[in-house]
């Protein structure tokens, strides 16, 4: 084990204790917070998993239908049909905060309208189901944005948090504890020198005088 | 008008998204979609981006997921869904607990 290059001088021995301690502490605040990251990502992941079947089933399906749509009509009167938006989201933007990770938290208010966008006439009425269903789909595509951007994040962070953890554990705090240990022991080691030394000096005077 | 959630797609699909209040913008190939996401990453909070084209865009994602907006998601094309997101999702789960939670149960 590597120990730092330190002098081994009693300040440097109170500096290093104080940095252990530091370290000690740091190191348990972080595994708390990567704990509780892991807990609320393996609930996240979990909503994550069951809103993208969900979503993936409900789109695909109308989305094949919408094909079917654009096969029969030409692709100037579905731009045309579709040019102007029927449903209106209301959504708020803002972000969360979860463990200190700046996630975005999207709130949907509720959509403004409702109907078809185009005359029943200009098109034809394969369209009408995907458009139904996509307004529907939509407002859960919002919720999926939001969870799958925070368990990206979180991930990111976890794995961040593990890296500070782990050098902690295995670098910072043995080195910590190594240098400490040989500071004391050199420390230790003058003491008995200046001792014995005092003994032998002592033995030396006593010899003159007798 | 300029809206807060786009969609990038091939083909004519992603124009249904416009009836839902979606700015829709058709990309042929990736290195179009890459311009674009690029672009649109500065005005949109939230871009939907389907699989096929995301799974070559995936260096330019990634990047994106350092802040909390633009949201980019990967949806199912019309041809189904391709198991990019999935794959996406498996990615984070290792990455955060080294192990898969939920996969795992349902491969034999």
Sequence with gaps: ?210 | MQGETAIIGNGDSVLAFKAGGVDAYPAGDAAKARELLRKLAKTYKVVFITEDLAAELDDLISRMNEQPYPVIVPIPSENGASGYAGQKLIRHMERALGVDILFNKEER
């Excluded at chain 1, 502490?25 to 990251?37: A, C, I, T, V």
């Excluded at chain 1, 990502?41 to 094909?67: H, M, P, T, Y």
């Excluded at chain 1, 979860?98 to 006439?121: C, H, L, Q, R, W």
Aim: aromatic share 4%.
């Design chain 1, 1 to 210: 084990m590597s120990r730092l290059n330190v002098n081994p001088t009693r300040m440097e021995l109170k500096r290093l204790k104080g940095r252990l301690a530091t370290a000690i502490r740091g190191h348990k605040l972080l595994k708390d917070k990567s704990d509780e990251m892991i807990r609320r990502f393996s609930v996240l992941i979990k909503e994550n998993k069951r809103l993208r079947d969900e979503v993936e089933k409900e789109l695909s399906g109308c989305l094949k239908q919408f094909a079917f749509a654009s096969g029969v009509s030409s692709r100037a009167a579905l731009e045309k049909a579709f040019s102007m938006p029927s449903v209106k989201l209301d959504v708020k933007y803002s972000t969360d905060n979860v463990m200190s990770v700046e996630v975005p938290k999207i709130t949907v208010n509720g959509t403004i309208g409702g109907d078809m966008p185009y005359a029943f006439a200009e098109i034809t009425s394969e369209a009408d189901y995907s458009v139904k269903k996509i307004s529907e789909v939509i407002v859960k595509m919002m919720k999926l944005a939001e969870v799958e951007k925070t368990v990206a994040m979180l991930a990111a962070e976890i794995e961040r948090n593990k890296r500070r953890v782990n050098a902690l554990e295995h670098v910072m705090i043995p080195q910590l504890e190594e240098t400490i240990s040989y500071i004391r022991s050199k420390l230790d080691e003058n003491e008995r020198a200046a001792t014995t030394r005092l003994m032998k000096v002592k033995t030396m005077i006593a010899d003159r005088n007798a």
